[in-house]
């Protein structure tokens, strides 16, 4: 089974920085385009960064210029540095392929942002 592992979310405080990690294998990783999305509660997942297998990437206005997404080829990791938050950016961050693939969802990471 496809596995997408998310980690490093946590608590932090507005203003803050957190780094996403997700490892997936060589096979998803190689050919597709990944993204990070998140869900709120009581909203629909959204997704907020996107890089491409050349390495192009572009972002939701909301997080534009405060989240940069980048990968590693070589680990087959996608990475989300996510600087200045703010407590709207309260979510389950997910990774998965650009288009998304339903047979990828993983458990997410939590990121939980205090005012």
């Known amino acids: 089974q496809v596995q997408l592992v998310e980690s490093g979310g946590g608590l932090v405080e507005a203003g803050g920085s957190l780094r996403l990690s997700c490892a997936t294998s060589r096979s998803i990783f190689r050919v597709n385009a990944m993204g990070w999305y998140r869900q709120a509660p009581g909203k629909q997942r959204e997704l907020v960064a996107r890089?491409?297998?050349?390495?192009?990437?572009n972002y939701a206005d909301s997080v534009k210029g405060r989240f940069t997404i980048s990968r590693d080829n070589a680990k087959n990791t996608v990475y989300l540095q996510m600087n200045s938050l703010k407590p709207e950016d309260t979510a389950v961050y997910y990774c998965n392929t650009v288009p998304q693939n339903v047979d990828y969802w993983g458990q997410g990471t939590q990121v939980t942002v205090s005012s």
């Open positions: 890089i491409t297998s050349g390495g192009y990437t």
